[in-house]
């Protein structure tokens, strides 16, 4: 079965050091990786993914992620975290079947808590 | 281009009842997906429309469906409510061709069964 992991439920961060949140996946077949964020009560916003290419994906808000095949690891990384960046974060994965279009099978998320 | 519209923003209904939530699509965007997100199970797929067919479905009962419209809105529903059908129900649509693979989401509709 194809399935996500967040091994964190909350991660806590000092305004400007470095933030790491941790994904795990298990697939068969190659993998199409994505990182979504939630701020409360909106829904969740696309900040990257990874399909093919190179294992370092940049995305959006100066988040990066790598992509780690032998590990099935997808971890999200920002080198200085801003206050604004608290928010839920979900690791999602496309299982990979033809035409799974818009079904993601998503992680427990993880609670990023940013202090001044 | 406007995002995607989910209504109503908040559902009060009783356990037994139904309920229809609507979704318009960013304009241009033929796929529309449903998610249920609750504390304890996260967020799970429903389904999956695109074109006025359904293309993928989730493992919830015959009490949630959906359908999608010629101009590609969507609504979903659920007879027979049962409690633990509180939840925010989030909807997603998506291009073709280049970037189909990004969700662009909804605000939600959060759903309380009394």
């Known amino acids: 079965a194809q399935s996500v992991a967040q091994p964190e439920d909350q991660v806590n961060v000092a305004e400007g050091n470095p933030l790491t949140v941790k994904c795990t996946y298990s697939?068969?077949?190659?993998?199409?990786l994505f990182w979504y964020v939630q701020y409360p009560n909106r829904g969740l916003q696309f900040l990257l993914k990874y399909i093919t290419g190179d294992n370092l994906v940049k995305g959006s808000y100066g988040f990066e992620a790598e992509f780690n095949k032998s590990q099935t690891s997808f971890h999200l990384k920002k080198p200085s975290a801003l206050v604004s960046d608290s928010a839920l974060y979900f690791c999602a994965v496309r299982p990979s079947i033809y035409n799974q279009g818009g079904k993601l099978i998503f992680g427990q998320g993880t609670e990023l808590s940013v202090k001044p | 281009k406007a995002g995607v519209t989910q209504t109503p923003r908040y559902l009060i209904k009783t356990r037994g009842q139904q309920v229809t939530l609507s979704c318009s699509p960013i304009s241009g965007h033929r796929s529309v997906s449903w998610y249920q997100q609750t504390p304890g199970q996260g967020l799970q797929f429903l389904f999956e429309y695109f074109s006025e067919t359904q293309r993928n479905k989730g493992n919830f009962p015959g009490r949630f469906s959906g359908r999608q419209f010629s101009n590609s809105r969507s609504e979903m529903n659920v007879s027979t409510l049962e409690l633990g059908d509180s939840a925010l129900y989030l909807c997603?649509?998506?291009?073709?061709?280049?970037?189909?693979?990004?969700?662009?989401f909804g605000s939600g509709t959060q759903l309380s069964v009394l």
């Open positions: 997603a649509s998506s291009p073709q061709g280049v970037g189909r693979e990004k969700l662009f």
């Open positions: 697939v068969s077949g190659n993998p199409y």
